[in-house]
């Protein structure tokens, strides 16, 4: 098994060059698994004060969101699309937020593997 992580990066790539770096990583060894920390699009949509101003903070920093899982819940569906679309298998996930018919999760933690 090789372990690979990527914590706070995704969110600040292109959606084409996320699904670039899944497939990539789904071309590995067999039982490798990636780790990773992902915004939904709740995030980077959101008319909430928090996220206006945590989305004016990195455009001001020069590096402005720019990718989210979509929020319709529940997220792990949506999540689950992308990685089988690039060849890795859903493992372990966790939701950050609520996923009720109003609110929607903002983000989460998950795990692939390499089927």
Same mark, same amino acid.
């Given at each position: ?11 600040? !790539? @292109?959606?084409? #060059? ?10 590995? &060894?067999? =039982?490798?698994?990636?780790? *990773? ?6 995030? !980077? @949509?959101?008319? #909430? ?10 455009? &001001?920093? =020069?590096?402005?969101?720019? *990718? ?48």
């Amino acid at each position: 098994m090789h372990p690979l992580i990527s914590a706070g990066v995704f969110y600040y !790539l @292109e959606k084409q #060059a996320v699904e670039d770096t899944l497939r990539k990583i789904a071309s590995t &060894a067999r =039982g490798s698994v990636v780790a *990773f920390d992902y915004f939904t699009t709740e995030s !980077l @949509e959101s008319r #909430a004060l928090y996220w206006r101003m945590a989305r004016a903070g990195t455009r &001001a920093s =020069g590096e402005p969101l720019k *990718f989210g899982i979509d929020s319709r819940p529940p997220v792990s569906e949506r999540l689950a699309g992308l990685l089988l679309s690039c060849g890795l298998s859903p493992g372990e996930h966790r939701v950050l937020g609520q996923e009720t018919e109003g609110k929607r999760a903002w983000g989460g933690f998950a795990i692939a593997v390499v089927e």
